[in-house]
């Protein structure tokens, strides 16, 4: 018998649109005036790990309801969705998950959105189990470059993050051979959590210096509501790039992009460069431009979100691309989100949305 499903499935009432967003002379921007620059597809809400701090084994457990498979967007939806977003100004795509690579097929879905959209920034985030296999076809298939998923160099702490028993070793082949498949520069995410792998934050920052391969610390956040998330458990990103710049000098380096979620600092001899991202101490809603789709075709327009629109049931009525764009933009311009800036020990509590659901 399965469980009640964790992640949030009730939905918000869509905004009746205005007007249709496709050929608007202005572009489109929320209601704190921000783009719609990106958007993150989650094409599954499964995994083959069991990181604690993400989909802890007790609770995404064997009798845990995942999504039935008439739930989830095909490939052809995807596609479509993204080509509407994409007219609203979408520029970058990142596919997650769960674990992305679990999708089958995935590299004719890239193959998909790469002819829809030939100048689409197209990306991808995987805890690499998969990856070494699949790197080739994917850069064949029009992927720009892949962010790889890594909490810890110590095997026995990454296979107790991991809670898979899943080994280090494997993860760095499969960096090597995304870098080698031309998926660079491989940025590698490591989530800090105090006590637990902060003490493998200057190991990493030295095991990919000089290797073109970009290491970024990741705040420990209260995404979800099955993390057991505490303030007490962050590790400040000030406190990580103080960390480093003992061992190495640092200095910052300017964005890539408006709203680049990462805050960059490189060695000041040349030896490349870090991110760090600090969602928790230093918010960064302000230039958040970010759109998420979940697996089963509901449009979130927060991480910390508690219920996304359904645009699925759009989709499947046969509506439209000129009236779901306008929905979409209808929505967007409505966006007013910015949990981290209000956050506190009691919105932290609140009922949120699952990051292996939505996507990370
Ligand atoms: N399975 C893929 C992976 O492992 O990269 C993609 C999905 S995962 C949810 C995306 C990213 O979110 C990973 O880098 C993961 O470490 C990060 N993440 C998950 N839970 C988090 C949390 N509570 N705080 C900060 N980052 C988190």
């Known amino acids: 018998m399965a469980k009640t499903v964790i992640a949030l499935r009730e939905t918000r009432s869509l905004p009746i649109p205005e007007r249709t967003a496709a050929g608007a002379a202005t572009p489109l921007a929320d209601a704190l005036g921000r783009s719609l620059h990106d958007l993150r597809i989650s094409v599954t809400d499964r995994c083959n790990f069991r990181c604690t701090y993400c989909m802890p084994k007790e609770v995404f457990d064997a009798d845990y309801a995942f999504l039935p498979h008439d739930q989830i967007l095909t490939f052809e939806e995807i596609t479509r969705m993204a080509r509407i977003f994409h007219g609203l100004g979408t520029r970058k795509i990142r596919l997650t998950g769960g674990e992305p690579l679990l999708r089958r097929g995935i590299e004719r879905l890239i193959g998909m959105l790469r002819e ?7 990306t991808l985030t995987t805890n690499g189990s998969a990856l070494k296999a699949k790197a080739q076809a994917l850069k064949d298939a029009g992927l720009n470059r892949v962010t790889v998923s890594l909490d810890s160099l110590d095997d026995a702490t990454f296979r107790a ?6 080994p280090v070793a494997k993860v760095l082949e499969a960096i090597d051979a995304a870098a080698e498949a031309g998926l660079a520069p491989v940025k590698v995410n490591m989530v800090v959590k105090r006590g637990l792998n902060d003490h493998q934050v200057v190991d990493m920052a030295r095991r990919f210096r000089g290797t073109g391969h970009i290491p970024r610390f990741i705040e420990f956040m209260d995404v979800g509501s099955t993390n057991h998330w505490r303030m007490d458990d962050v590790i400040p990103s000030a406190e990580v790039v103080q960390r480093i710049s003992k061992e190495f000098a640092l200095e910052p380096a300017d964005a890539n992009y408006q709203g680049e979620v990462a805050e960059r600092w490189r060695y000041r001899d040349g030896g490349g460069e870090i991110g760090v991202i600090s969602s928790v101490t230093q918010a960064f809603c302000s230039t958040c431009t970010r759109a998420r789709l979940s697996t089963d075709g509901q449009l979130f327009t927060c991480l910390f979100a508690q219920r996304g629109y359904d645009l699925k049931a759009l989709v ?45």
């Open 316 to 360: 499947r009525s046969g509506m439209g691309d000129d009236e779901i764009s306008g929905s979409v933009a209808a929505i967007w311009s409505l966006r007013n989100d910015r949990y981290s800036e209000i956050r506190t020990a009691e919105t932290a509590k609140a009922r949120k949305v699952e990051m292996s659901f939505i996507g990370g």
């Open 161 to 166: 993050m991991n809670d898979a028993d899943f």
């Open 116 to 122: 829809a959209l030939p100048d689409v920034d197209l």
